[in-house]
T-cell receptor, first 113, second 114 residues
């Protein structure tokens, strides 16, 4: 049961351009949506999150957009840098501290210098 | 900056052997998790732990798996009799009492079952 889906397994972008990573979810009970960045043989690193009561959250070069009616969120990276090359996981969680975070399948981003 | 630490970084074991993976969560965090990632696949939830008991577990977390927090700081995952398909990266994570839903992950323990 894929509650969080990332349909693009990979994405290549030129340095300086915008990277847009997309994610869809099916569970209406999710309250928080998160993006994690992961390098090989390392743990996921938190990037940015958004609460279900918001539609946009921005942190430096990273912006997450949430469209609740479409059950869709996206991560924009502007401008993209070679150091951004990694696997990006979309994730979602319910409310309550014990709630697990459910991960998508990941999108491998390659930023070409 | 506080971090989640995991040991060992890599363990090789024979099928059928017991394995214990160890984690030291961030000290003021209250919720603890184990996840795993089989090579090239998604990060999968195994179990969550709060107030010295399991809060939720996935279908993967069968009777061969157990968790405990023996001394108030370490959080361990035990696999009683390893199978080939248990080969994966195992990630420990913790979460503070309140926040944005963010989990803080360790660097992972790579388990190779031969």
């Amino acid at each position: 049961d894929q509650q969080v889906k990332q349909n693009s397994p990979s994405l290549s972008v030129q340095e300086g351009r915008i990277s847009i990573l997309n994610c869809d979810y099916t569970n209406s009970m999710f309250d928080y949506f998160l993006w994690y960045k992961k390098y090989p043989a390392e743990g996921p690193t938190f990037l940015i999150s958004i609460s279900s009561i918001k539609d946009k959250n921005e942190d430096g070069r990273f912006t997450v957009f949430l469209n609740k009616s479409a059950k869709h969120l996206s991560l924009h990276i502007v401008p993209s840098q070679p150091g951004d090359s990694a696997v990006y996981f979309c994730a979602a969680s319910g409310s309550g501290g014990y709630q697990k975070v459910t991960f998508g399948t990941g999108t491998k981003l390659q930023v070409i210098p | 900056e506080p971090e989640v630490t995991q040991t060992p970084s890599h363990q090789v074991t024979q099928m059928g052997q017991e394995v214990i993976l160890r984690c030291v969560p961030i000290s003021n965090h209250l919720y603890f998790y184990w996840y795993r990632q089989i090579l090239g696949q998604k990060v999968e939830f195994l179990v969550s732990f709060y107030n010295n008991e399991i809060s939720e577990k996935s279908e993967i977390f069968d009777d061969q798996f157990s968790v405990e927090r023996p001394d108030g700081s370490n959080f361990t995952l035990k696999i009683r009799s390893t199978k080939l398909e248990d080969s994966a990266m195992y990630f420990c994570a913790s979460r503070p009492r309140v926040g944005t839903g963010e989990l803080f992950f360790g660097e992972g323990s790579r388990l190779t079952v031969l």
